[in-house]
């Protein structure tokens, strides 16, 4: 089992910037891929980024050269900074754990995230 808490979450005006973090802890293998989600109101969940234990990343098309995903595998944590943030990324953001061995999603309770002036 691995267990996700989602921080940094928050208020911020259009054109401003936020850090998420997602710290795993638990059963943790070394080969695994963590991501971003988020779903805003009325809307289905979609994906924002993702990143492998090799460090390679994927962005989806709206988010690209605004937002970075990284990760620690030190503290078994991932990160999204999220620059010039627009109301449309308005979503409740929930950070994803994919354990390649067992072929098992773990997913955060989400945090979050208003764009507002």
């Known amino acids: 089992q691995v267990q996700l808490v989602e921080s940094g979450g928050g208020l911020v005006q259009p054109g401003g910037s936020l850090r998420l973090s997602c710290a795993a802890s638990?059963?943790?293998?070394?080969?695994?891929?963590k991501g971003w989600y988020r779903q805003a109101p009325g809307k289905e969940r979609e994906l924002v980024a993702t990143?492998?234990?090799?460090?390679?990343?994927n962005y989806a098309d709206s988010v690209k050269d605004r937002f970075t995903i990284s990760r620690d595998n030190a503290k078994n944590t991932v990160y999204l900074q999220m620059n010039s943030l627009k109301p449309e990324d308005t979503a409740v953001y929930y950070c994803?754990?994919?354990?390649?061995?067992?072929?098992?999603?773990?997913w955060g309770k989400g945090t979050l995230v208003t764009v507002s002036s």
């Open positions: 990143i492998t234990s090799g460090s390679s990343t």
């Open positions: 994803s754990h994919f354990d390649h061995v067992h072929n098992t999603v773990y």
């Open positions: 638990g059963t943790i293998f070394s080969i695994n891929t």
